[in-house]
């Protein structure tokens, strides 16, 4: 059930970090170290411990790339909360680190990453759950298509409408106000959300499966809609 502690704790960690960054203060740094103490559960997932610091190095890009000022304070927040991340989570990170000695990882990794099957199950799981068209509606496909009797009223068309006004809206307001820096801030974390939550579907699907074939470590997002979409809502 670490999934349920992730929905608390990845705004709230992104908060702290994006405060920090804005106000270009160390002590949020601190702050975000000691939050991943009482939410350590959720970091038991090596998918969401990648997703958390994939969205928090996407907050320092972001701000390293927009400001022309000051960029040596925004590589030394980043490390500084690195480095205090692994402090703080040092009694857990210990053993892990004793779990992955060459033998008993070899053994473990050796039944997890198999590149045939997981390329498999991504495909079948981008090509149920990765389409733009059900994406930009907000819809887990199978759930829609497969599930309850009272969810086939969401394939009707005033609802897909609306659906897609929704979307619409989004996109609207990120392009008006693309020069307000919080709103291009999320704006582009929404898009990079659509992008990857797709998986290896069209367009440019060829990325990201390029990316999961040459890294093993990324096949535990085999199912990139599940593991990827906790990014959609902030």
């Known amino acids: 059930y670490n999934h349920m502690v992730l929905w608390a704790f990845l705004p709230l960690i992104l908060l702290l970090y994006y405060r920090g960054l804005r106000l270009k203060d160390y002590k949020f740094s601190i702050l975000t170290a000691i939050l991943t103490v009482?939410?350590?559960?959720?970091?038991?997932?090596?998918?969401?411990?990648i997703l958390i610091w994939?969205?928090?190095?996407?907050t320092s890009l972001f701000f390293f790339l927009?400001?022309?000022?000051?960029?040596?304070?925004?590589i030394k927040y980043?490390?500084?909360?690195?480095?205090l991340?692994?402090?703080v989570n040092l009694w857990w990170l210990s053993s892990f680190l004793s779990f992955i000695s060459p033998q008993q990882y070899s053994n473990s990794a050796s039944r997890f990453f198999i590149t045939e099957n997981n390329l498999s199950t991504l495909s079948y799981l981008s090509s149920k759950l990765g389409k733009l068209t059900d994406l930009f509606r907000f819809m887990h496909a199978s759930f829609f298509s497969d599930g309850p009797y009272w969810t086939k009223i969401y394939n009707f068309p005033p609802f897909i409408f609306l659906e897609f006004i929704?979307?619409?809206i989004i996109l609207h307001v990120i392009l008006k106000y693309r020069k307000v820096k919080s709103v291009l801030f999320l704006g582009l974390l929404f898009l990079i959300s659509i992008f990857i939550m797709k998986g290896n579907q069209p367009p440019f699907g060829e990325i990201f499966q390029f990316g999961f074939l040459k890294v093993p470590i990324l096949h535990v997002f085999r199912n990139p809609f599940e593991k990827l979409g906790f990014l959609l809502p902030i």
């Open 38 to 49: 009482p939410f350590s559960f959720t970091l038991a997932s090596p998918a969401f411990l």
């Open 85 to 87: 991340f692994i402090f």
């Open 54 to 58: 994939f969205l928090l190095l996407y």
């Open 66 to 74: 927009l400001e022309k000022k000051t960029k040596i304070f925004y």
């Open 166 to 168: 929704i979307a619409g």
């Open 78 to 83: 980043s490390f500084l909360a690195l480095f």
